[in-house]
Protein backbone atom coordinates (compact mmCIF):
# COMPACT_ATOMS: atom_id res chain seq x y z
CA UNK A 1 0.00 0.00 0.00
CA UNK A 2 1.68 3.11 -0.75
CA UNK A 3 1.18 6.54 1.31
CA UNK A 4 -1.69 7.91 -0.06
CA UNK A 5 -4.07 4.97 0.20
CA UNK A 6 -2.81 4.86 4.23
CA UNK A 7 -3.63 8.59 4.73
CA UNK A 8 -7.19 7.27 3.22
CA UNK A 9 -7.55 4.17 5.59
CA UNK A 10 -6.17 6.98 8.44
CA UNK A 11 -9.00 9.12 7.35
CA UNK A 12 -11.78 6.73 7.42
CA UNK A 13 -10.75 4.84 10.75
CA UNK A 14 -11.01 8.35 12.48
CA UNK A 15 -14.89 8.75 10.60
CA UNK A 16 -15.79 5.47 12.05
CA UNK A 17 -14.98 5.56 16.13
CA UNK A 18 -18.27 3.99 16.73
CA UNK A 19 -18.13 0.78 15.32
CA UNK A 20 -14.73 -1.13 15.10
CA UNK A 21 -13.88 -2.71 11.71
CA UNK A 22 -13.91 -6.32 10.97
CA UNK A 23 -10.61 -8.43 9.72
CA UNK A 24 -12.43 -8.76 6.28
CA UNK A 25 -13.14 -5.02 6.12
CA UNK A 26 -9.21 -3.89 7.28
CA UNK A 27 -8.43 -6.63 5.08
CA UNK A 28 -10.12 -5.25 2.00
CA UNK A 29 -9.05 -1.08 3.14
CA UNK A 30 -5.28 -1.82 3.85
CA UNK A 31 -4.32 -5.33 2.61
CA UNK A 32 -5.71 -6.06 -0.73
CA UNK A 33 -4.44 -3.91 -3.36
CA UNK A 34 -1.29 -5.71 -2.96
CA UNK A 35 -2.05 -9.08 -1.46
CA UNK A 36 -4.90 -9.24 -3.24
CA UNK A 37 -8.54 -9.84 -2.32
CA UNK A 38 -8.11 -13.67 -1.97
CA UNK A 39 -5.04 -13.65 -0.12
CA UNK A 40 -2.79 -15.06 -3.48
CA UNK A 41 -1.02 -12.10 -4.24
CA UNK A 42 -1.16 -8.87 -6.38
CA UNK A 43 -1.84 -9.15 -9.67
CA UNK A 44 0.41 -8.49 -12.55
CA UNK A 45 0.95 -5.30 -13.58
CA UNK A 46 1.73 -3.41 -9.93
CA UNK A 47 4.75 -1.71 -8.95
CA UNK A 48 5.33 -4.41 -6.51
CA UNK A 49 9.41 -5.73 -6.52
CA UNK A 50 9.42 -8.95 -4.41
CA UNK A 51 7.15 -11.92 -5.05
CA UNK A 52 4.10 -12.15 -2.28
CA UNK A 53 3.09 -14.82 -0.16
CA UNK A 54 0.31 -16.99 -0.91
CA UNK A 55 -2.11 -17.01 2.65
CA UNK A 56 -4.36 -19.46 0.62
CA UNK A 57 -1.68 -21.91 1.24
CA UNK A 58 -1.79 -23.12 4.70
CA UNK A 59 1.98 -23.95 5.16
CA UNK A 60 2.51 -20.17 4.63
CA UNK A 61 -1.27 -18.73 6.38
CA UNK A 62 -0.26 -20.85 9.86
CA UNK A 63 3.49 -21.02 9.77
CA UNK A 64 4.45 -17.84 11.40
CA UNK A 65 3.45 -16.87 15.21
CA UNK A 66 0.85 -13.95 16.47
CA UNK A 67 3.12 -11.88 17.24
CA UNK A 68 5.76 -11.91 14.85
CA UNK A 69 2.94 -11.39 12.35
CA UNK A 70 1.58 -8.39 15.06
CA UNK A 71 5.14 -6.93 14.87
CA UNK A 72 5.30 -6.88 10.66
CA UNK A 73 2.14 -5.17 10.59
CA UNK A 74 2.97 -2.72 13.08
CA UNK A 75 6.42 -1.70 12.54
CA UNK A 76 6.90 -2.77 8.47
CA UNK A 77 8.97 -5.56 6.50
CA UNK A 78 12.33 -4.16 8.11
CA UNK A 79 11.07 -5.28 11.29
CA UNK A 80 11.06 -8.80 10.35
CA UNK A 81 14.35 -8.66 7.81
CA UNK A 82 11.55 -8.34 5.03
CA UNK A 83 11.25 -6.13 2.15
CA UNK A 84 10.85 -2.19 3.06
CA UNK A 85 7.76 -2.39 0.57
CA UNK A 86 5.59 -3.57 3.20
CA UNK A 87 4.32 -0.57 5.17
CA UNK A 88 4.06 0.30 8.68
CA UNK A 89 0.47 0.57 10.23
CA UNK A 90 0.74 0.64 14.25
CA UNK A 91 0.05 4.71 13.91
CA UNK A 92 -3.46 3.69 12.73
CA UNK A 93 -4.73 0.34 13.32
CA UNK A 94 -5.16 -0.41 17.01
CA UNK A 95 -3.93 -3.50 18.90
CA UNK A 96 -7.04 -4.88 18.40
CA UNK A 97 -7.71 -4.38 14.68
CA UNK A 98 -3.76 -6.30 14.31
CA UNK A 99 -4.97 -8.98 16.38
CA UNK A 100 -8.87 -8.92 13.65
CA UNK A 101 -7.01 -9.06 10.61
CA UNK A 102 -4.21 -11.52 11.22
CA UNK A 103 -6.96 -14.01 12.03
CA UNK A 104 -8.27 -13.35 8.84
CA UNK A 105 -5.69 -13.65 6.56
CA UNK A 106 -5.06 -16.83 9.15
CA UNK A 107 -8.61 -18.16 7.49
CA UNK A 108 -7.69 -18.26 3.90
CA UNK A 109 -6.08 -21.26 5.23
CA UNK A 110 -9.58 -23.63 4.62
CA UNK A 111 -7.84 -27.00 6.40
CA UNK A 112 -8.06 -26.55 10.30
CA UNK A 113 -5.81 -29.07 11.03
CA UNK A 114 -2.83 -27.39 10.29
CA UNK A 115 -1.09 -26.19 13.70
CA UNK A 116 -0.23 -22.37 13.98
CA UNK A 117 3.09 -21.23 14.49
CA UNK A 118 2.06 -19.56 18.43
CA UNK A 119 2.82 -23.74 19.27
CA UNK A 120 6.15 -23.37 17.77
CA UNK A 121 8.27 -23.60 20.80
CA UNK A 122 12.26 -22.21 20.62
CA UNK A 123 14.08 -25.85 20.28
CA UNK A 124 15.85 -26.85 22.93
CA UNK A 125 19.00 -28.02 23.47
CA UNK A 126 18.55 -31.64 24.71
CA UNK A 127 14.84 -31.90 24.13
CA UNK A 128 13.53 -32.45 20.98
CA UNK A 129 10.03 -30.33 19.24
CA UNK A 130 7.03 -31.41 19.44
CA UNK A 131 5.95 -29.39 16.46
CA UNK A 132 6.20 -30.36 12.95
CA UNK A 133 9.52 -29.05 11.36
CA UNK A 134 11.18 -27.78 8.06
CA UNK A 135 14.22 -27.19 9.64
CA UNK A 136 17.92 -28.17 9.52
CA UNK A 137 20.01 -28.50 12.64
CA UNK A 138 23.89 -29.08 12.71
CA UNK A 139 24.72 -29.85 16.30
CA UNK A 140 27.47 -30.60 18.68
CA UNK A 141 27.77 -32.82 22.07
CA UNK A 142 30.84 -33.31 23.80
CA UNK A 143 31.34 -35.05 27.34
CA UNK A 144 33.91 -36.06 29.78
CA UNK A 145 34.16 -38.86 31.57
CA UNK A 146 36.67 -40.08 33.96
CA UNK A 147 38.45 -41.95 31.55
CA UNK A 148 37.03 -40.57 28.20
CA UNK A 149 36.21 -37.90 26.57
CA UNK A 150 34.11 -37.65 23.35
CA UNK A 151 33.47 -35.33 20.59
CA UNK A 152 30.62 -35.19 18.29
CA UNK A 153 28.60 -33.70 16.16
CA UNK A 154 24.92 -34.70 13.73
CA UNK A 155 23.54 -33.01 11.21
CA UNK A 156 19.73 -33.55 11.18
CA UNK A 157 17.22 -32.51 7.96
CA UNK A 158 13.84 -32.44 9.08
CA UNK A 159 11.17 -32.08 6.46
CA UNK A 160 7.33 -31.40 6.79
CA UNK A 161 4.96 -34.03 5.49
CA UNK A 162 1.30 -32.64 5.64
CA UNK A 163 -0.36 -30.56 8.27
CA UNK A 164 0.90 -32.56 11.42
CA UNK A 165 3.74 -34.90 10.30
CA UNK A 166 7.19 -34.65 9.82
CA UNK A 167 10.12 -37.22 8.76
CA UNK A 168 13.62 -36.62 10.47
CA UNK A 169 17.28 -37.64 9.06
CA UNK A 170 20.44 -38.12 11.69
CA UNK A 171 23.77 -38.44 10.38
CA UNK A 172 26.13 -38.42 13.43
CA UNK A 173 29.34 -38.84 13.95
CA UNK A 174 32.03 -38.68 16.62
CA UNK A 175 35.62 -39.03 18.09
CA UNK A 176 36.47 -40.94 21.45
CA UNK A 177 39.59 -40.40 23.26
CA UNK A 178 40.43 -42.80 25.92
CA UNK A 179 42.60 -42.54 28.50
CA UNK A 180 46.50 -43.25 27.04
CA UNK A 181 44.70 -44.26 23.75
CA UNK A 182 44.89 -42.55 20.82
CA UNK A 183 41.39 -40.93 19.40
CA UNK A 184 39.69 -42.97 17.57
CA UNK A 185 36.31 -41.99 15.57
CA UNK A 186 33.99 -42.06 12.37
CA UNK A 187 30.09 -41.79 11.16
CA UNK A 188 27.63 -43.00 14.17
CA UNK A 189 24.22 -44.84 13.61
CA UNK A 190 22.03 -42.84 11.19
CA UNK A 191 18.40 -42.60 12.13
CA UNK A 192 14.98 -42.40 10.73
CA UNK A 193 12.33 -40.80 12.46
CA UNK A 194 9.19 -39.84 12.07
CA UNK A 195 6.66 -37.55 13.92
CA UNK A 196 2.72 -36.99 13.91
CA UNK A 197 1.16 -34.27 15.66
CA UNK A 198 -2.08 -35.55 17.18
CA UNK A 199 -2.84 -32.71 19.95
CA UNK A 200 -2.92 -29.15 18.72
CA UNK A 201 -5.05 -27.13 21.31
CA UNK A 202 -4.30 -23.11 20.18
CA UNK A 203 -6.34 -22.23 22.93
CA UNK A 204 -4.73 -24.33 25.81
CA UNK A 205 -1.84 -23.17 24.23
CA UNK A 206 -0.84 -26.94 24.13
CA UNK A 207 0.61 -29.31 21.49
CA UNK A 208 1.49 -33.29 22.00
CA UNK A 209 3.37 -35.62 19.31
CA UNK A 210 4.18 -39.34 18.96
CA UNK A 211 6.82 -40.68 16.72
CA UNK A 212 9.48 -43.24 16.09
CA UNK A 213 13.18 -43.62 15.49
CA UNK A 214 14.70 -45.86 14.21
CA UNK A 215 18.83 -46.07 14.63
CA UNK A 216 20.78 -48.06 12.31
CA UNK A 217 23.89 -49.82 12.90
CA UNK A 218 26.02 -47.56 10.16
CA UNK A 219 28.87 -46.96 13.24
CA UNK A 220 32.10 -48.51 14.15
CA UNK A 221 31.32 -50.18 17.36
CA UNK A 222 35.06 -51.00 18.00
CA UNK A 223 35.66 -47.33 17.63
CA UNK A 224 32.95 -46.14 20.21
CA UNK A 225 30.81 -44.44 17.54
CA UNK A 226 27.98 -47.29 17.48
CA UNK A 227 25.84 -49.54 18.94
CA UNK A 228 26.61 -52.50 16.51
CA UNK A 229 22.22 -52.98 16.19
CA UNK A 230 19.09 -51.69 15.06
CA UNK A 231 17.55 -49.82 17.80
CA UNK A 232 13.97 -48.60 17.79
CA UNK A 233 12.63 -45.79 19.84
CA UNK A 234 9.26 -44.81 20.32
CA UNK A 235 8.63 -41.67 21.62
CA UNK A 236 5.98 -39.43 22.95
CA UNK A 237 6.47 -34.88 22.73
CA UNK A 238 4.99 -32.45 24.38
CA UNK A 239 4.38 -28.13 23.96
CA UNK A 240 3.14 -25.93 26.60
CA UNK A 241 2.63 -22.69 27.30
CA UNK A 242 1.59 -21.58 31.05
CA UNK A 243 2.02 -17.98 31.44
CA UNK A 244 5.57 -16.81 30.77
CA UNK A 245 7.06 -20.30 30.83
CA UNK A 246 7.45 -22.81 28.60
CA UNK A 247 7.32 -26.48 29.69
CA UNK A 248 8.69 -29.18 27.06
CA UNK A 249 8.66 -32.86 27.07
CA UNK A 250 10.49 -35.92 25.92
CA UNK A 251 9.72 -39.36 26.72
CA UNK A 252 10.93 -42.12 25.15
CA UNK A 253 12.34 -45.91 25.09
CA UNK A 254 15.43 -47.20 23.27
CA UNK A 255 14.66 -51.05 22.30
CA UNK A 256 17.34 -52.23 20.62
CA UNK A 257 17.48 -55.15 18.70
CA UNK A 258 20.59 -57.20 20.52
CA UNK A 259 20.30 -56.09 24.18
CA UNK A 260 23.74 -57.30 24.52
CA UNK A 261 25.09 -54.49 22.36
CA UNK A 262 23.69 -51.86 23.94
CA UNK A 263 21.08 -51.25 26.64
CA UNK A 264 17.30 -51.06 26.60
CA UNK A 265 16.16 -47.32 28.62
CA UNK A 266 13.84 -45.09 28.96
CA UNK A 267 14.74 -41.87 28.87
CA UNK A 268 12.43 -38.57 30.11
CA UNK A 269 13.99 -35.31 29.24
CA UNK A 270 12.03 -31.62 29.98
CA UNK A 271 12.94 -28.19 29.64
CA UNK A 272 11.53 -25.40 31.44
CA UNK A 273 11.80 -22.12 29.08
CA UNK A 274 11.72 -18.39 30.14
CA UNK A 275 10.83 -16.29 26.84
CA UNK A 276 12.65 -12.82 27.07
CA UNK A 277 9.81 -11.18 24.81
CA UNK A 278 7.06 -12.36 22.42
CA UNK A 279 9.25 -12.51 19.01
CA UNK A 280 11.09 -15.34 17.86
CA UNK A 281 13.77 -13.30 17.72
CA UNK A 282 13.90 -12.70 21.35
CA UNK A 283 16.49 -14.93 23.49
CA UNK A 284 15.00 -18.17 25.29
CA UNK A 285 16.83 -18.97 29.00
CA UNK A 286 16.20 -22.55 29.84
CA UNK A 287 17.08 -25.41 32.59
CA UNK A 288 16.81 -28.91 31.18
CA UNK A 289 16.32 -32.11 32.99
CA UNK A 290 16.97 -35.31 31.93
CA UNK A 291 16.54 -38.64 33.81
CA UNK A 292 17.87 -41.67 32.20
CA UNK A 293 16.75 -45.77 33.33
CA UNK A 294 18.11 -48.89 32.08
CA UNK A 295 15.39 -51.18 32.27
CA UNK A 296 18.06 -53.64 33.35
CA UNK A 297 16.96 -54.18 37.64
CA UNK A 298 21.04 -53.82 38.29
CA UNK A 299 21.56 -50.50 36.96
CA UNK A 300 20.56 -47.56 38.80
CA UNK A 301 18.66 -44.20 37.15
CA UNK A 302 21.08 -40.67 36.18
CA UNK A 303 19.41 -37.37 37.03
CA UNK A 304 21.12 -34.62 34.90
CA UNK A 305 20.45 -30.85 35.18
CA UNK A 306 21.50 -28.04 33.57
CA UNK A 307 20.88 -24.95 31.69
CA UNK A 308 20.93 -23.39 28.28
CA UNK A 309 20.45 -20.21 26.45
CA UNK A 310 18.74 -19.88 22.70
CA UNK A 311 19.91 -17.31 21.07
CA UNK A 312 18.07 -16.38 17.30
CA UNK A 313 20.66 -14.72 14.62
CA UNK A 314 18.14 -13.15 12.27
CA UNK A 315 14.99 -10.67 12.71
CA UNK A 316 12.76 -13.18 11.35
CA UNK A 317 14.37 -15.60 13.97
CA UNK A 318 14.58 -18.99 11.55
CA UNK A 319 18.41 -18.80 12.32
CA UNK A 320 19.60 -19.37 15.47
CA UNK A 321 22.17 -21.21 18.33
CA UNK A 322 22.13 -21.91 21.49
CA UNK A 323 24.17 -23.65 24.00
CA UNK A 324 23.52 -25.77 27.21
CA UNK A 325 25.41 -28.35 29.52
CA UNK A 326 24.31 -31.11 31.76
CA UNK A 327 25.37 -32.35 35.23
CA UNK A 328 24.66 -35.24 37.01
CA UNK A 329 22.96 -34.59 40.28
CA UNK A 330 21.60 -37.95 41.37
CA UNK A 331 22.21 -41.46 40.29
CA UNK A 332 24.75 -43.02 38.76
CA UNK A 333 27.28 -40.63 36.62
CA UNK A 334 27.44 -41.38 32.92
CA UNK A 335 29.97 -38.85 32.42
CA UNK A 336 31.23 -36.10 34.42
CA UNK A 337 29.83 -33.42 32.43
CA UNK A 338 28.32 -32.98 28.68
CA UNK A 339 28.34 -29.97 26.85
CA UNK A 340 25.29 -29.33 24.12
CA UNK A 341 25.36 -26.71 21.13
CA UNK A 342 23.58 -26.50 18.07
CA UNK A 343 23.18 -23.97 14.61
CA UNK A 344 19.66 -24.09 13.49
CA UNK A 345 18.11 -22.60 9.99
CA UNK A 346 14.13 -22.72 9.45
CA UNK A 347 14.55 -23.10 5.50
CA UNK A 348 11.11 -22.92 4.68
CA UNK A 349 11.19 -19.14 5.80
CA UNK A 350 13.92 -17.89 3.99
CA UNK A 351 17.55 -18.06 2.89
CA UNK A 352 19.94 -18.62 5.26
CA UNK A 353 21.47 -14.83 4.91
CA UNK A 354 18.26 -13.23 5.19
CA UNK A 355 19.16 -11.58 7.99
Same mark, same amino acid.
Given at each position: ???? #???? =?? /?? $? ?5 ? !???? %? @??? *? ?14 ? #???? =?? /?? $? ?5 ? !???? %? @??? *? ?288
Amino acid at each position: MNGW #ARAA =LA /VL $LAALPAR !AMTG %A @ELY *AQACASCHGADGRGAA #AGTS =LT /VP $LPDFTDC !ATAT %A @ETT *ANWAGLVRHGGRFLGLSAEMPAFGDVLTDAEIRAVIAYVRGFCRDPRWPIGDLEYRRAVFVEKAFPEDEIVLSYAGEAARRARTNGGELALEKRIGPRGWLELDVPGAAVAAEGERARGGLGDAALVYRQALVVAPAWRSIGSAGVEVALPTGNRRHGVGSGTFVVAPELLSGHALGPLVVQTQVLAELPADPARADRRMVYRAALQWPLGPYKKDVVPALEIEQSQALASDVHAATLVGPSLYVPLSRRGHVACAVGALLPVAGTRPFDWQLGAFLLWEYSDGPFWAW
